[in-house]
């Protein structure tokens, strides 16, 4: 049963235009949503996170929204630029019982920005 | 570095050998998980540390996987009689621990191929 899902595997946007990949998510213990970005060959690298007592996080090119009743997140990418182009993964965590945060990711996106 | 270091970055042993991972986080994050990719799979959680306990290893797909943390900062994964389906690449990840989530950053991961 897969708690974060990514339903579009692929995305192609044209550079200066506006990227959104979406998330959803069925678990409602999740508190805490990241968005992760990999490479080929290297590990995801963090880019923006949103806890749930917030529906909006802005920094600088990316801005996060989750809407909780949907059970929903999406990344914005505006404007999109080539070196963008990557795979996107979206993550959540809550507190475990043994205190961990554990993440549960989805499957990942591809998104290519088109030059 | 400043970031999380994993070695070897690529492992080929033959099915039935033990393999050890290493994971290095980055200096003064007392939080660390292990995750792993398998082909076409998402990222699945495996073990976490707290400083150089274990408080959840849920995610250990069986007795054969088990990890150690000494001093609070390096940690080893150890697969003990290799199978092909142990076959994936493997990420460390590591953070701050405090009262609110704090994102976990990888290290560019071990691929691991069982002949």
């Known amino acids: 049963d897969q708690q974060v899902k990514q339903n579009s595997p692929s995305l192609s946007v044209q550079e200066g235009r506006i990227s959104i990949l979406n998330c959803d998510y069925t678990?409602?213990?999740?508190?805490?949503f990241l968005w992760y970005k990999k490479y080929p060959a290297e590990g995801p690298t963090f880019l923006i996170s949103?806890?749930?007592?917030?529906d909006k996080n802005e920094d600088g090119r990316f801005t996060v929204f989750l809407n909780k009743s949907a059970k929903h997140l999406s990344l914005h990418i505006v404007p999109s630029q080539p070196g963008d182009s990557a795979v996107y993964f979206c993550?959540?965590?809550?507190?475990?019982?043994?205190?961990?945060?554990?993440?549960?990711f989805g499957k990942g996106t591809k998104l290519s920005v088109i030059p | 570095g400043a970031g999380v270091s994993q070695s070897p970055s690529n492992k080929v042993t033959e099915k039935g050998k033990d393999v050890e991972l290493r994971c290095d986080p980055i200096?003064?994050?007392?939080?660390l998980y292990w995750y792993r990719q398998s082909l076409g799979q998402g990222l699945e959680f495996l073990i976490y540390?707290?400083?150089?306990?274990?408080?959840?290893k849920s995610g250990l797909p069986s007795d054969r996987f088990s990890a150690e943390r000494t001093g609070g900062s390096v940690s080893t994964l150890t697969i003990q009689r290799t199978q092909q389906e142990d076959s994936a690449v493997y990420l460390c990840?590591?953070?701050?621990?405090?009262?609110?989530?704090?994102?976990?950053?990888f290290g560019d991961g071990t691929r691991l191929s069982i002949l």
């Open positions: 990840a590591s953070s701050l621990m405090g009262i609110d989530n704090q994102p976990q950053h």
């Open positions: 678990n409602s213990m999740f508190d805490y």
């Open positions: 949103i806890s749930s007592i917030k």
């Open positions: 993550a959540a965590s809550l507190r475990s019982g043994a205190g961990s945060y554990q993440l549960t």
């Open positions: 200096s003064g994050h007392t939080a």
């Open positions: 540390f707290q400083g150089n306990s274990a408080p959840d």
